[in-house]
């Protein structure tokens, strides 16, 4: 099993709608959980950290469910230019991990908004 | 302007033959890491460097080597390339080190292919 487990997608979704998507990690003692951005064929960017009580950016909220170990994202009015790559990242924690340096990325999830 | 740079940003070589990628950051980082993204993979960890003079391997770091003389340059190495290291490169710092708190900037990122 990948320690972070993300649906591919590609989620094709119209313009204005809502839209959310999970992300899986199986280290129950993980620290840190954040959510990236990644458009074709460019450097990933931070687009928030996750945090216990859930956070919330304009039309992004994301919230951390510790009990089922994953985390979400949930893009509200959904533009075109939010059609890109999004990337859950996970910094491990617990026996075996020294001082939270390795940070794990899921794999993506392709979200494409139509006009 | 606050970056990280990486060159080359394409480059197409063939087995065998050295060659490096630098990665320079000029936000005085401590914390500095190579990743590779390739498809269904996701963005894997190769090295990293919580110092000058500290580095560590990562998820896949063989037939890769790194160094961290300077603060602000982290080349990666790859003493005899094979078709297998063809993959798209990213170099990342992070002012938090270890950098589970913080922000991770990628540079541009390095096509690399192996003939």
């Known amino acids: 099993r990948k320690e972070v487990e993300q649906d591919p997608g590609p989620f094709n979704v119209p313009e204005g709608a809502t839209v959310a998507f999970n992300c899986t990690y199986s280290?129950?003692?993980?620290?840190?959980f954040f959510w990236y951005r990644q458009d074709c064929r460019k450097e990933p960017k931070l687009l928030m950290s996750?945090?216990?009580s859930g956070n919330e950016d304009g039309r992004f909220t994301a919230q951390l469910n510790r009990a089922s170990q994953y985390i979400s994202l949930l893009i509200r009015d959904s533009k075109l230019s939010d059609s890109a790559t999004y990337l859950c990242?996970?910094?491990?924690?617990?026996?075996?991990?020294?001082?939270?340096?390795?940070?794990?990325f899921g794999s993506g999830t392709r979200l494409s908004i139509r006009p | 302007e606050a970056q990280v740079t990486q060159n080359p940003r394409y480059l197409i070589t063939v087995t065998g033959k050295k060659l490096t990628v630098t990665c320079s950051q000029n936000?005085?980082?401590?914390?500095m890491s190579w990743y590779r993204q390739d498809p269904g993979l996701g963005l894997r960890q190769i090295y990293y460097?919580?110092?000058?003079?500290?580095?560590d391997k990562g998820d896949v770091p063989e037939g890769y080597k790194v160094s961290r003389k300077e603060k602000r340059n982290f080349p990666l190495i790859l003493e005899s390339p094979s078709p297998n290291q063809t993959s798209l490169y990213f170099c990342?710092?992070?002012?938090?080190?270890?950098?589970?708190?913080?922000?991770?900037?990628f540079g541009e990122g390095s096509r690399l292919t192996v003939l």
């Open positions: 996750v945090y216990s």
């Open positions: 990342a710092s992070s002012f938090n080190s270890p950098p589970n708190t913080g922000e991770l900037f």
């Open positions: 990242v996970v910094t491990p924690g617990g026996p075996g991990y020294s001082s939270a340096s390795k940070i794990i």
């Open positions: 936000m005085n980082h401590e914390y």
């Open positions: 460097s919580m110092n000058v003079e500290v580095t």
């Open positions: 280290n129950s003692a993980s620290q840190s």
